[in-house]
């Protein structure tokens, strides 16, 4: 089929799962009826700004979107979560870069009953890739990690995206005394822990899964 047919007949499909009327979903995404009409009956395509838009109210990736899945009885819009991933990497090693400095314009899919069982909030989750070694043997240089934004409270032992100074990092966090932090490494032969205090450092996310490439 077509991948321009492929993508109306996807998108009607999920606006109609989603219990949306046209005119609601048009309201959404900023046009007209007429226009969203246009578009559904093949007289036009969107550009890419108002692609990016229609992805996200409808909640699945451009290639979910132009892909074959009308003929799958498995697939559900409401079945899968589709995570945002991160421009910016995290170093699990002398420090890089912060989270905060937007995401990619695709998402990834994740089954929303398996997310629903390890995280909070699917809206506060986030992929982020990493550089570095000093998570090794657990984190990898090059792995994707998945983040929980709404775990920002220290647990002793977990794993965090932390912040301090100019630079932002993957790391064991433990509490000690006198409003103090253990900030360490898995590969404790070559990174060795620090120590800081509380307020000087800002915990991002906690570290809820991570994967990859052999």
């Known amino acids: 089929m077509d991948i321009k047919r492929q993508f109306r007949n996807n998108l009607r499909r999920l606006i109609e799962e989603k219990g949306l009327k046209e005119g609601q979903f048009a309201d959404r995404i900023e046009k007209a009826p007429a226009y969203l009409s246009q578009i559904l009956n093949g007289r036009r395509y969107p550009r890419p700004d108002l692609m990016e838009k229609i992805c996200g109210e409808i909640g699945v990736s451009y290639d979910v979107l132009h892909s074959d899945i009308g003929k799958s009885s498995d697939f559900s819009a409401n079945e899968y979560t589709f995570i945002p991933?991160?421009?910016?990497?995290?170093?699990?090693?002398?420090?890089?870069?912060?989270?905060?400095?937007?995401?990619?314009?695709?998402?990834?899919?994740f089954r929303t009953d398996w997310l629903r069982k390890i995280a909070g909030p699917t809206n506060n989750l986030l992929l982020v890739d990493v550089v570095?070694?000093?998570?090794?043997?657990?984190?990898?240089?090059?792995?994707?990690?998945?983040?929980?934004?709404?775990?920002?409270?220290?647990?002793?032992?977990k794993i965090y995206v932390v912040s301090y100074g100019?630079?932002?990092?993957?790391?064991?966090?433990?509490?000690?005394?006198?409003?103090?932090?253990?900030?360490?490494?898995?590969?404790?032969?070559?990174?060795?822990?620090?120590?800081?205090?509380?307020?000087?450092?800002?915990?991002?996310?906690?570290?809820?899964w991570g994967a990859r490439v052999f």
């Open 85 to 109: 991933k991160a421009r910016a990497s995290v170093s699990s090693g002398d420090g890089f870069t912060a989270i905060e400095d937007g995401v990619e314009s695709r998402l990834y899919a």
């Open 132 to 157: 570095g070694d000093s998570m090794e043997r657990l984190i990898r240089d090059g792995d994707s990690i998945l983040v929980d934004r709404s775990r920002n409270k220290i647990s002793d032992g």
């Open 166 to 208: 100019d630079e932002t990092y993957v790391k064991y966090l433990y509490k000690l005394p006198d409003g103090r932090v253990s900030v360490e490494s898995e590969n404790r032969a070559v990174y060795r822990p620090r120590e800081a205090d509380v307020k000087d450092i800002r915990v991002h996310a906690r570290v809820i």
